[in-house]
């Protein structure tokens, strides 16, 4: 105990899996307090589990940050498309309720994102989908239930990154007072990969210059081209 790791890279390499992989399964050791990321200086060992606990804590269907938010892309980008074509002017007036709940919240310095939640709430329901909310609905508990993605958001030090989130969700309101399908898509889509960036940013622990990710973003901005 109290050995080094290795770091990411030579990890990744020796086992032959992206850099993402390996800083998941090191968030996953620190919650179970087996290792302490100490920030510029690296990885230690805290605790070495025993062989039966070791196998169950590789067994684990839990989803990652990541792999959670490529989801939230690809349902959240299109759910935003729809929306926008279904949109009335009494959704419009409750996201605008909560885009101004957002900023209050911000303004404050209080640590609730209701006004986020809701926000993005509010453009399922303007699907007027049932089966879409429920499914958005579901995504977020499963964030919210998700001890990996509390691990690492914890690690937003300041308050900044709300201030930039807003700006996006001003941007996804624009484009549905327009009734603007592509525009809506490709704003929550940039959006979502704002805060993907953000939390890559924080979550690498060794090489702030890395530039590969385990999951891609599917090229939503050209779709305004080819049409």
């Known amino acids: 105990m109290g050995d080094r790791l290795p770091p990411e890279r030579d990890i990744a390499e020796r086992l032959d899996v992206s850099r993402t992989v390996v800083r998941e399964a090191i968030i996953m050791l620190e919650l179970e307090n087996l290792v302490e990321v100490k920030k510029g200086s690296g990885v230690y060992v805290l605790n070495i589990p025993s062989e039966t606990n070791s196998r169950e804590n590789v067994i684990s269907d839990e989803a990652g940050p990541f792999e959670m938010l490529q989801a939230r892309q690809l349902l959240e980008s299109n759910i935003a498309e729809f929306a926008a074509i279904q949109v009335t ?9 909560a885009l101004e709940l957002e900023r209050n919240e911000i303004a404050s310095e209080s640590e609730n994102c209701n006004g ?17 909310v429920d499914m958005l609905k579901h995504s977020w508990a499963r964030r919210e239930q998700s001890p990996m993605w509390k691990k690492l958001h914890s690690r937003i030090n300041d308050q900044a990154y709300r201030e930039e989130w807003l700006g ?12 603007d399908p592509i525009a809506a898509k490709n704003a929550m ?33 050209l779709l305004g081209d080819d049409k």
Request: net charge negative.
């Open 168 to 179: 996006d969700h001003a941007k996804i309101l624009s484009a549905m007072q327009r009734k």
């Open 89 to 97: 002017p009494g959704d419009i007036v409750k996201m605008r309720v």
């Open 189 to 221: 889509w940039q959006h979502l990969e704002n805060v993907k960036q953000r939390l890559l940013e924080l979550s690498d622990i060794d090489d702030p210059n890395f530039d590969g990710y385990l999951f891609n973003s599917n090229p939503v901005v």
């Open 116 to 132: 986020d939640e809701q926000f993005h709430l509010c453009i399922a329901e303007a699907t007027q989908n049932s089966v879409l």
